[in-house]
């Protein structure tokens, strides 16, 4: 079983819409979460950090539930420039403070 | 504006040679990384190093090694290329402070034929 689960898509959705990504991890002990996003061959890049409170970036909300070990990525009026593959990332402190996991990615697609 | 770079973005080698591939960061970090990304696998990390002429091994460092011998440089060194290390490869540096935003380099796809 991955560390970190994400459904793959492909998303399609139109301009305007709301659309949500959820990921899973399997280590009770992750500490850390975040969201990355990474553009058709280019690199990733961090988006946002999840707090366990919740939080908003603008169109952006991510949200973290310690209990079931999922956390979830919500983007409110997509934009075609929202179009790009999401990786849910989970870190510990096993390693000198720098294991982090990578999910595969969700794939979105936002369409005129 | 912080920049990794990587010494090439497309390479092509054969089965059994030797491939060097570099790193080089401009924001004095004192954490670099080597990934492997593949279709349906995400990032794998190979190897990262925290400090000069450290280094520890990733989840997936069979048939590679590394070395760092300046802060800005990390190198990952295909000992003896084999098909199945065809991929693409990222690198990335972090700050000790916030080693969670890692800054990724362009990648290099490297195929073996």
């Known amino acids: 079983r991955k560390e970190v689960e994400q459904d793959p898509g492909p998303f399609n959705v139109p301009e305007g819409a709301t659309v949500a990504f959820n990921c899973t991890y399997s280590?009770?002990?992750?500490?850390?979460f975040f969201w990355y996003r990474q553009d058709c061959r280019k690199e990733p890049k961090l988006l946002m950090s999840?707090?366990?409170s919740g939080n908003e970036d603008g169109r952006f909300t991510a949200q973290l539930n310690r209990a079931s070990q999922y956390i979830s990525l919500l983007i409110r009026d997509s934009k075609l420039s929202d179009s790009a593959t999401y990786l849910c990332?989970?870190?510990?402190?096993?390693?000198?403070?720098?294991?982090?996991?990578f999910g595969a990615g969700t794939r979105l697609t936002v369409k005129p | 504006d912080v920049k990794v770079t990587q010494s090439s973005r497309y390479l092509v080698k054969r089965t059994g040679e030797k491939v060097f591939l570099e790193c080089v960061q401009d924001?004095?970090?004192?954490?670099m990384f080597w990934y492997r990304q593949d279709p349906g696998l995400g990032l794998r990390l190979i190897y990262f190093s925290y400090d000069v002429k450290m280094k520890e091994k990733g989840d997936i460092p069979e048939g590679y090694s590394v070395s760092r011998e300046k802060k800005e440089r990390f190198s990952l060194i295909l000992e003896s290329a084999s098909t199945n290390q065809t991929s693409m490869y990222l690198c990335?540096?972090?700050?000790?402070?916030?080693?969670?935003?890692?800054?990724f380099g362009p990648g290099t796809r490297l195929t073996v034929t």
């Open positions: 999840v707090y366990s």
């Open positions: 280590n009770s002990a992750s500490q850390s």
């Open positions: 990335a540096s972090s700050s000790r402070d916030f080693s969670y935003e890692q800054y």
């Open positions: 924001m004095d970090h004192e954490n």
């Open positions: 990332v989970v870190k510990s402190d096993r390693r000198n403070n720098n294991d982090m996991r």
